[in-house]
């Protein structure tokens, strides 16, 4: 329970109770902003108030100095190239500091580590990731349409969109076969194919459309075979 409390206090205090000007001057000023420290108060007080017992008061210390320092070197070492990075590394030193307090007092333990059933799990979604996206890479390689079919359907396409997106759609497709509701695996295809098929239909180029289908299909099909092992 006291995880929970300190994860609520956190995210109450970095997202809701953080305006966008104090990111900003704390960002210009950087420990020399008043910013800073009112932020700091905030989530100690935050700790204070959802813990809820006097006997905890240094759980809302703890986090309160360790918040200070994290932001402060955060503060310093970021740039403008490395601002997503720092951004969550911040958040999981901040993350792990409840993970220590938590410890401490025996409310987590590890134990499920050690559980077969997790480590099943853990690793097919390890899977899902990057491994899957090599292996149908592989798999489509004698197929790959030429570079003007697809500069005329990916003119304005981020950079490693559509690998990102095959990791994420696998990851979901997984998530709903093991905790039964395929219904939402129906609801992936029928997304997918409105946003993705309607731009192949424009461009009017079948080889690469039935190289995006058969992707697609080979990307759906991996993520239901992993998650059926699973549950088998």
Not at 7 to 22: C, E, M, R, S, V
Not at 32 to 40: D, G, Q, T
Request: proline share 2%.
């Amino acid at each position: 329970m006291i995880f929970t409390q300190l994860i609520l206090a956190h995210i109450i205090g970095d997202f809701i109770l953080q305006p966008g000007k104090w990111v900003v001057r704390k960002e210009e000023k950087k420990t020399a902003s008043k910013e800073l420290y009112w932020h700091v108060f905030i989530h100690t007080a935050l700790s204070f108030i959802l813990l809820w017992n006097l006997e905890l008061w240094w759980m809302a210390v703890i986090i309160g100095i360790s918040h200070f320092i994290i932001d402060a070197l955060k503060l310093h070492l970021q740039t403008n190239k490395t601002k997503k990075a720092a951004f969550f590394l911040d958040q999981g030193a901040h993350l792990l500091v409840i993970l220590m307090i938590s410890f401490s007092i025996g409310e987590i333990d590890f134990n499920f580590l050690h559980d077969p059933e997790f480590l099943k799990t853990l690793t097919v979604m390890v899977f899902l990731t990057f491994p899957a996206s090599v292996i149908i890479k592989i798999l489509l390689s004698s197929w790959i349409p030429e570079t003007q079919e697809i500069n005329k359907v990916q003119t304005e396409s981020l950079v490693n969109a559509g690998k990102y997106i095959g990791i994420l759609e696998r990851l979901l497709v997984f998530t709903f076969i093991v905790t039964e509701h395929w219904e939402g695996v129906g609801f992936m295809i029928a997304a997918k194919s409105v946003f993705r098929f309607s731009d192949l239909a424009e461009a009017r180029q079948r080889k690469l459309t039935e190289y995006v289908l058969v992707g697609t299909l080979l990307s759906f099909g991996i993520a239901v075979i992993a998650g059926i092992i699973v549950k088998l």
